[in-house]
Nanobody, 124 residues
Framework: QVQLVESGGGLVQAGDSLRLSCVAS????????MGWFRQAPGKEREFVAT????????YYADFVKGRFTISRDNAKNTLYLQMNSLKPEDTAVYYC?????????????????WGQGTQVTVSS
């Protein structure tokens, strides 16, 4: 059982930056593909970004390309999401997810484990 704990959310203004972190309890963190998803009020959870176990490849949703960067530090069992040029429409609860049997976590079904989420609120 992998436990994931997100942090780094908060209230910011449009144009600001935030860096989210997700710490995994599992020492085999480096074997998991990792991803970030988000869920806004009244909407379904949606894919944001994913990174392969070795960090060799990353993929992004179109609406964050050029603004968000996903990265990982396998030595620290930590996943990151650097969010720049934030917009009010980025307001959501952000979740990290781990996938054990996939190359990347791009859909909800590909995730085996989820964190509890961290709230990001962007004011205009």
């Amino acid at each position: 059982q992998v436990q994931l704990v997100e942090s780094g959310g908060g209230l910011v203004q449009a144009g600001d930056s935030l860096r989210l972190s997700c710490v995994a309890s599992e020492r085999t963190f480096s074997r998991y593909a990792m991803g970030w998803f988000r869920q806004a009020p009244g909407k379904e959870r949606e894919f944001v970004a994913t990174i392969t176990w070795s960090a060799a490849r990353s993929y992004y949703a179109d609406f964050v390309k050029g603004r968000f960067t996903i990265s990982r530090d396998n030595a620290k069992n930590t996943l990151y999401l650097q969010m720049n040029s934030l917009k009010p429409e980025d307001t959501a609860v952000y979740y990290c997810a781990a996938g054990h049997t996939v190359v990347a976590v791009r859909t909800i079904l590909e995730a085996d484990y989820w964190g509890q989420g961290t709230q990001v609120t962007v004011s205009s």
